[in-house]
């Protein structure tokens, strides 16, 4: 089964592309095999290999968050991401978490990583987060405080 994929994405000249990292003046954008590639101020890869180019905000059509709850083992469950045949999920509840085994706590959350064919894609949701009318960045609303923190742990 193939899942589809959580996080920020934006569209540049027509073409949706996933977002690597954002600055007050640019985004960086993967770009995958077979892509077309936009007009960029620089380009590279990440560590794994995966192609990037960086365009200022001023490129972007659309800013979007894609949000994805997937049930697992009869619970629901935040899709983090994807990698391969295994696929990370966040929840925030103590007792479903100790019932299934999960890691973390009540104040940072929970997660887990397990097969994607164990998991049912229960809902999809597109989130816009919007352009800043300047072209700077503008602070948005993201994960939760306990998801971020969470993040920076690992």
Do not use: N
Request: proline share 7%.
């Amino acid at each position: 089964m193939t899942l589809p994929t959580p996080g920020a994405f934006a569209v540049c000249g027509s073409t949706t592309y996933e977002v690597s990292a954002v600055g007050e003046s640019w985004v960086w954008l993967f770009v995958e095999p077979g892509a077309p590639v936009p007009a960029h101020l620089d380009a590279g890869a990440d560590g794994t290999g995966r192609a990037w180019v960086k365009v200022p905000w001023s490129a972007l059509e659309r800013y979007f968050r894609v949000v994805v709850t997937v049930a697992w083992q009869g619970e629901q469950f935040g899709l983090d991401r994807v990698m391969s045949d295994l696929a990370e999920i966040l929840g925030d509840s103590p007792e479903v978490a100790a019932r299934l085994g999960l890691e973390g706590d009540p104040y940072d959350g929970f997660h887990a990583t397990v097969p994607v064919d164990e998991l049912t894609v229960v809902d999809v949701r597109e989130h816009e987060i919007g352009l800043p009318a300047d072209g700077r960045r503008r602070r948005v609303a993201g994960p939760s405080a306990r998801l971020r923190r969470w993040w920076r742990r690992r």
